[in-house]
């Protein structure tokens, strides 16, 4: 892509066709997928009445929700599913535009801590090097090769006991990098070639904020992980001094960066730099900190580590890619995620994949890198006035962000293996502790949104998310007989059986398609300029219950001792949880500072403690 193809006059009409297509007939991408369908209309609409009774604040709001339902159903909603269906057969995916789109390009805010994601890694396996350079050089050679793999069709495809997923995400995790629209509206560049093998490319590295460029391969062959470290080694040694921290503008407003990004790349200098990092494979910040606890872990991946005042992790970041590692001073490591282009799955695998290969002994690190003449190449910015006070100003909207946080991190002393042995899904015990808690944290307060759990919908061809609306009556009457001391343990045992059970009819649905929220987006969406707003649509429970005051989510690697995003909502909580590790479940809790954050976390150890006793004690019993 050119230079002046960055310069950001408007968004191309094309941009998502110019990233090249999987490559079809091999391992990874030969699965043929069916289109994400559309829900049967009064299907999804007695779905919606039975999800909105619990977030209704009286019969009498309830009573009207389900009057303005029924209308929609009877007047406009008939015509607006047809309009939909012809969408769905005139198109390879009818939600894939309006969800790039309003979920996340028409977003403006800082990605940072809004939409981008982080995992923390476990330690460098004791085989290797216990060295920054050498944890750096690891992951570099490692996602180096899995990307090689990845454009050869080598990989085995995601895949559940269903069968294969999509694996359409993964051409935006290597090459490519967000953009920010200069009209409101974002989208991504891909530099990837047409059938490319992954045996060439660079790779961007940060430290002290100055950008190197590191090529990656070497006549058609991938660096070894000794030539990596050669040239990291030579980064850590050559970046002293004071280098200008433009990385922390792609932290700002999207609206304010987009400017800056025009300022910036009015020096056909900096245009090159730009190129360069958003056409890198993927980019590693070696950031000047060492996080010794889980929270510092956490806190450092999530936002960047702040010094004196000074957002320095930031500022030694590209937050616009999509894959960033970053290793620390100390050697611990994590990754940080650009959510727009990819959901978490692919990056799991990715991460995953990457430190099962080097925690293994036999892994093929390469040659050594004796012969090696390589050295990374600088790319200094040109500094302007303008640039180095859009630097000033993003520094303290970033600071500002960072302080606005609060995040909570806990661990129950049990986990998956207990909670198969009561015979009861995990994933759905999980969610129903966070209910518990979250009703304690409340006390008699009326419930002022719902809660969102993500299931993948990539069972079918170019398929992302569902919403599972995990608030059910059922939920709320187990909750309700925790703390209702005439109610006895078996009841509340049969209560929360009801609860998980419908759970997973729920999670299973939206899996197969068959959820509320992005159908109702859809339905809004073919509305025709001046035609009338269905009355359901502004509704007050209708809005409620996708107002996400606790937006939740579960990934696992064995890999992550720690992972998290941030809330959607200013008065609510973000939960990331795990539910792999036979003993124990992790949960993440981030939220604004005002927010109970620690009360919350108090609350969902409390929780766990009780559910568990539900079961253990039932079991002591019978001894």
């Given amino acids: 892509m050119s230079t002046s193809a960055i310069r950001l006059y408007s968004r191309p009409t094309t941009w998502k066709a110019a990233a090249p297509a999987a490559t079809h007939g091999t391992k990874t991408f030969s699965a043929e997928l069916p289109k994400l369908p559309v829900a049967n209309l009064s299907d999804t609409l007695i779905r919606l009445k039975q999800s909105l009774e619990p977030i209704a604040w009286s019969d009498e709001e309830y009573a009207a929700v389900c009057k303005k339902i029924d209308q929609f159903a009877a007047e406009q909603g008939p015509e607006l599913q047809q ?16 969800w790039d789109d309003d979920n996340y390009f028409a977003y ?18 004791p085989h290797l090097q216990q060295t920054p350079a050498a944890r750096a050089a690891g992951l570099a050679r490692a996602a180096m090769i899995f990307r090689q793999n990845l454009k050869r069709g080598l990989m085995e495809p995601d895949s559940t006991k269903e069968g294969p997923l999509c694996m359409d995400t993964y ?6 990098c967000r953009i920010p629209g200069p009209q409101g509206l974002d989208w991504s560049v891909s530099y990837a070639k047409e059938n490319d093998t992954g045996n060439s490319g660079h790779i961007i590295v940060f430290r002290n904020n100055r950008v190197w460029k590191v090529e990656a391969a070497d006549g058609g062959r991938i660096l070894s992980t000794a030539e990596f470290e050669k040239q990291i080694r030579y980064i850590y040694e050559n970046s002293n001094g004071t280098y200008p921290g433009v990385g922390v503008l792609t932290a700002s407003n999207r609206d304010v960066w987009a400017k800056d990004y025009g300022t910036l790349a009015s020096s056909a200098h900096n245009a090159e730099i730009l190129t360069a990092i958003q056409s890198a494979a993927f980019v590693i910040s070696l950031e000047a900190y060492k996080p010794s606890t889980s929270l510092e872990h956490s806190r450092a991946l999530w936002h960047g580590s702040v010094t004196e005042g000074v957002p320095t992790g930031l500022r030694t970041r590209w937050v ?4 960033e590692f970053i290793v620390y001073d100390n050697v611990v490591s994590g990754f940080m995620g650009e959510h727009s282009m990819m959901d978490g799955t692919p990056t799991v695998r990715l991460c995953d994949d990457v430190l099962n290969m080097l925690a293994d002994p036999a892994f093929d690190h390469g040659p050594p890198a004796v012969l090696s003449t390589r050295t990374p190449t600088p790319l200094d910015w040109e500094i302007s006035p303008a640039i180095a006070e859009a630097i000033a100003k993003a ?9 606005s946080q609060e995040l909570g991190y806990l661990l129950t002393p049990y986990g998956k293996a207990a909670i198969k042995k009561f015979g009861v899904s995990p994933d759905s015990w999980a969610q129903m502790i966070v209910q518990l808690a979250y009703r304690r944290l409340i006390g008699n307060e009326r419930r002022i949104g719902g809660t969102y759990e993500a299931a993948t919908t990539r069972k079918f061809d170019k398929g992302r998310t569902e919403a599972i609306r995990v608030v059910t009556n059922e939920s709320d009457a187990w909750v309700a007989s925790m703390d209702n001391p005439e109610i006895g ?3 509340r045992k049969k209560l929360l059986t009801a609860a998980t059970k419908k759970h997973v009819e729920l ?3 939206a899996g197969n398609g068959q959820g509320i929220d992005r159908h109702l987006l859809g339905l809004k969406k073919v509305l025709k300029e001046g035609e009338n707003i269905p009355e359901l649509f502004s509704d007050p429970v209708f809005l409620r219950s996708s107002y996400w005051v606790l937006s939740t989510s579960a990934i696992f690697s064995k890999h992550f001792p720690v992972y998290g995003w941030g809330e959607v909502v200013p008065d609510g909580f973000a939960v990331a949880y795990m539910t792999g590790y036979d003993d124990r479940l992790q949960y993440t809790v981030t939220s604004r500072k005002e927010m109970p954050n620690i009360k919350f976390c108090e609350e969902i150890a409390k929780a766990a403690t009780d559910i568990y006793e539900l079961f253990s004690g039932a079991e ?4």
């Fill in 83 to 98: 309009r939909l269906l012809s969408r769905a057969e005139e198109t390879r995916h009818w939600l894939e535009e309006w």
């Fill in 108 to 125: 403006r805010d800082s990605v940072v801590v809004n939409v981008s994601y982080y995992y923390g890694f476990d330690e460098q396996p």
């Fill in 171 to 176: 051409r935006w995790m290597f090459d490519c």
């Fill in 320 to 323: 616009d890619k999509p894959v």
């Fill in 395 to 403: 520094d303290g909207a970033a600071l500002e962000l960072i302080e």
């Fill in 489 to 491: 343990t078996e009841e």
């Fill in 507 to 509: 999670a299973k649905s």
């Fill in 620 to 623: 002591r019993s019978r001894l």
